[in-house]
């Protein structure tokens, strides 16, 4: 098979002076910021326009059909790249972290985005990022000295047609996955808020519980953070349900002069801090740890009165609820406290009951997280088929591949 430089047939970062020839000052362009720019998708669409005098000396020009790649940290890296579509008076303008590649007559877009998309690219380009931390990039002699297999237009356009098909069989198998996700995880809420209308009387978790936080051990000490044999958790070590392995550690001795205690197995653990996802997340506690102030440890006074399962499943379907209570909309930097926690209301059913709840919920969850491995295994599978079709696609050993998934 013939191979080129991709920098033979390829013209790198088009001129500006193309559309200051072409187009007016005032006539609208598309205007396409890095957020603009997606990872998975082929198609490159600008989500506004601006008058080409308000861009043109600032950021970066493109035109119709060609290939857009991020060259910045994380953003390479995360395979931020797509093929400019639909542009205002087929003219575009964007970050200036852009590199622009136009094909030339002997090579498709589309057979040079796909090459690009192959897992070398990208980690051999990740080894030679050079600048400082936070704003590496990729050198641009880095890309024009890639060596690209060079089939016939013919061929090209077969390899293309293959894989537009198999991904876009890929992509409806993902969709599938996760609206499955999505619809068991909503009968999971529903069965839950089924159950618990069962009780009438509600107490606050101040009145039936203990609630205890953890101090501030230094990261800096072996002891502290290293050495230890107890868990140290902290916000970013809870996740709906679970509590994974976690980096520190802490000594008996170090947790004596840190102002901490070992939490009771069994507690319901909240986080109470963090922007993203993790502010309100909820987990059982089934080993034996202890946490910084980022936590809070919740206990039943009289295991005979509320259940800990009981109290776990309440508030774990409660996310959004304790995500709200701080009074923002969840996004802001503000966190939860025991004051507010202390306030919370949940039902109190008869133990009996409880018992009955909680074993239902249990199934329920199980099978939930049975089927949410299955769809990680088979989520994981696509993604290998996507990285095996396109090794194959570009193969020296072979003029066209076999799809077989």
């Known amino acids: 098979m013939k191979f080129a430089l991709l920098r033979d047939v390829c013209f790198f970062n088009p001129p500006k002076s193309e559309v200051r020839e072409n187009l007016e000052a005032d006539a609208l362009v598309s205007f396409m910021p890095m957020q603009d720019l997606g990872i998975e998708s082929i198609n490159a669409e600008a989500g506004s326009s601006k008058p080409l005098s308000e861009v043109v000396k600032a950021y970066t020009y493109f035109a119709e059909n060609d290939i857009l790649i991020a060259k910045i940290t994380p953003c390479f890296e995360n395979g931020k ?3 400019a579509r639909n542009l205002v008076n087929g003219v575009g303008f964007g970050s200036s972290e852009y590199f622009v590649l136009r094909p030339a007559d002997n090579v498709l877009s589309e057979y040079i985005y796909y090459f690009l998309r192959q897992d070398f690219v990208i980690e051999n380009g990740r080894g030679i990022m050079t600048g400082a931390v936070g704003h590496r990039r990729v050198p641009a002699d880095y890309l024009e ?82 050495n230890g044999t107890v868990k140290w958790l902290v916000s970013g070590d809870i996740h709906q349900g679970e509590i994974f392995d976690c980096e520190g550690r802490i000594t008996t001795e170090a947790m004596r002069s840190s102002n901490t205690k070992i939490l009771p197995i ?65 996004n802001d930097r503000r966190g939860l ?18 018992i009955e709840i ?39 050993t072979r003029e066209l591949f076999d799809v077989t998934y």
């Not at 808020?193 to 009145?207: L, M, P």
């Not at 059982?284 to 206990?299: G, H, P």
């Open 81 to 83: 790249m797509g093929i």
């Open 145 to 226: 000295n890639l060596q690209i297999p060079l089939p016939t237009i013919e061929k090209q356009r077969e390899i293309i047609e293959k894989l537009q098909s198999a991904f876009t069989e890929l992509d409806l198998l993902q969709e599938n996955f996760l609206n499955l996700r999505n619809k068991y995880d909503e009968l999971l809420q529903s069965f839950q808020f089924n159950s618990y209308q069962r009780s009438e009387t509600r107490v606050k978790i101040g009145a039936v519980c203990k609630l205890m936080t953890g101090g501030t051990p230094s990261r800096t000490r072996d002891d502290f953070f290293r």
């Open 266 to 330: 069994n507690s319901v653990m909240i986080a109470l801090n963090g922007q993203g996802k993790t502010r309100g997340t909820v987990a059982l506690l089934k080993t034996e740890a202890t946490c910084n102030q980022s936590l809070v440890s919740i206990s039943p006074i009289n295991i005979e009165e509320l259940m800990p399962e009981f109290l776990f499943y309440n508030l774990k379907m409660r996310y959004q609820e304790l995500r709200r209570m701080t009074g923002d909309d969840g």
């Open 337 to 354: 406290n025991m004051a507010l926690i202390r306030e919370i209301e949940i039902p109190l059913p008869p133990l009996a009951n409880q």
């Open 358 to 396: 909680v074993k239902n919920l249990k199934l329920v969850d199980e099978s939930f997280q049975e089927l949410k491995t299955q769809i990680e295994l088979k989520e994981a599978k696509v993604k290998d088929l996507r990285k095996s079709l396109l090794s194959k696609s570009f193969s020296d």
